[in-house]
């Protein structure tokens, strides 16, 4: 992840901020189009935020909000008489990706655009990466880390309900993976291949999920409406951790039975921006997924990002989970910063009473999970490209909060399943009021209220005495 933090709504510092996952909302670009620019680096084995005032890439364009849906219309169409490049349309948010004129700033541009009437803000469109910090996966510790959050104990109350959907924002998915046949979401509504919106929820041929990458890095393409695919690898290895099968094959993931929203917001590089990941929010609130696992982000402040939090989690109940940063350092990245959302950092696989020395610090992070020889599913085709797979076959070994934050997803996910009435509040509240307190160490605002704990996590339902819980 990368940069410093942007305070406020009018504040515009350059930074980019790097995060991995998928998603999907409907868009339709104007024309006449054209790619905004990139350049620096790929994807690092290490991502986390650079540190205060150390720009990355520039952002990759400008989103500008509408004040209404009638406005979008209007500012469009001076955009387009002023020389901006209208890029895409998120309909959604009645927001717009512009490109500056020729020879404008970003901070220019910007500042033009704040006062036409009926923009409610404009801002960078920030840019984010994935949050992994890959490892060498020559040990396969899945059991270790999860009998240490007490993972099996509370399979004996619940094991995950294919009625509780939970979207994943990331890279996409490998539908033909065998550890996750029959976990991923199908949308009754939409006829696949017809090249139709069948069901008008903006999103054409998601069939599986839906995808927002329309500013890709170079050498990646652009995904559109039901283009899913992972080509990267750091989104099937996130679903893993959530939902991978109980076979006798593999490995499993901690709430076997959900279904997964695939949600595709970063390209093959692990690379978004906020318009993309907001799309996202938004497009799986209202397809009805409770839980959203964001496992990637960013330093700066994002308005849209924070908007369609906001709005899915007060208007849909939904909760976010998402991971601190890989920076080692003080300040958690957005969306995790955001309130409603649950943070998680990441504790040390070989100590979890200590934090992993990666892992972003800050007052905001709810809780921790372990975050270090993490178990995922990864497609055949990223073998060698992200992860080194392991010898029992597509799967890999990782490191980072991104990695962390899906096994909090998982026990949300548990939770959610055993009481489907439970409000996003209480869901964050259970989590926390369960977690298992850690030494201070290092850093007194590490792990928030402490160590994910799995059963007391599910038998917290029975002591509060929730309306119809009964032991399975």
């Known amino acids: 992840m990368g940069g410093g933090t942007v305070h406020g709504l009018r504040s515009h510092a350059r930074w980019y901020a790097r995060l991995a996952i998928v998603a999907v909302l409907a868009t339709a670009a104007l024309t006449p189009t054209r790619p905004a620019s990139t350049s620096g680096d790929g994807p690092s084995g290490q991502l986390a935020l650079s540190p205060p005032g150390v720009p990355l890439r520039p952002p990759s364009g400008i989103v500008v909000r509408a004040k209404s849906p009638a406005d979008l219309d209007r500012v469009a169409a001076y955009a387009r008489a002023n020389g ?97 046949q029959g976990r991923i979401w199908t949308n009754a509504r939409e006829i696949a291949g017809n090249g139709v919106d069948d069901d008008g929820n903006g999103c054409i041929d998601d069939v599986r999920g839906c995808a927002f990458v329309s500013d890709p890095s170079p050498g990646c393409t652009a995904a559109h409406d039901g283009a899913i695919d992972d080509d990267l690898g750091h989104g099937t290895f996130v679903t893993g951790i959530i939902a991978a099968n109980a076979n006798t094959a593999g490995m499993v993931g901690v709430a076997r039975g959900v279904t997964i929203l695939p949600v595709k917001v970063l390209d093959c590089d692990g690379a978004g921006d906020s318009l993309a990941v907001a799309q996202g929010v938004l497009y799986a609130a209202k397809e009805g997924a409770r839980i959203v696992n964001i496992s990637l982000g960013g330093p700066a402040d994002s308005a849209i990002l924070r908007e369609a939090v906001r709005i899915a989690h007060d208007d849909y109940g939904v909760l976010v989970v998402a991971a601190s940063g890989n920076t080692g350092a003080v300040g958690v990245a957005y969306p995790a910063r955001y309130p409603n959302v649950l943070a998680v950092g990441a504790a040390a696989g070989d100590n979890p009473d200590k934090r992993a020395a990666f892992s972003t610090t ?71 009021a369960t977690a298992h307190a850690v030494p201070a160490g290092d850093r007194s605002d590490w792990a928030g209220a402490g160590r994910i704990d799995m059963l007391q996590a599910l038998e917290r339902q029975f002591r509060l005495g929730a309306p119809g819980v009964t032991r399975n």
């Open 84 to 180: 901006f490049w209208v890029n895409e349309r998120a309909p959604s948010l009645s927001a717009l990706r512009l490109a500056a004129p020729d020879g404008v700033s970003v901070d220019a541009a910007i500042a033009q655009l704040d006062a036409v009437d009926g923009v409610a803000y404009a801002e960078p469109a920030y840019t984010m990466m994935r949050a992994d910090v890959p490892a060498d996966p020559l040990y396969t510790r899945e059991a270790a880390y999860l009998d240490i959050e007490r993972a099996p104990d509370a399979w004996g109350i619940e094991t995950g309900n294919a009625s509780t959907l939970v979207a994943v924002l990331d890279t996409g998915i490998d539908l033909t993976h065998p550890d996750l």
């Open 362 to 432: 800050g007052p905001e992070i709810d809780v921790v999970a372990i975050g270090q020889d993490i178990v995922g599913t990864v497609p055949k085709s990223s073998c060698g490209v992200f992860l080194p797979c392991l010898a029992a076959g597509p799967y890999a070994v990782g490191d980072g909060t991104s990695f962390a934050a899906p096994q909090v997803t998982g026990l949300v996910a548990l939770v959610l399943s055993h009481t489907p009435t439970l409000s996003a509040a209480s869901l964050l509240g259970i989590v926390k």
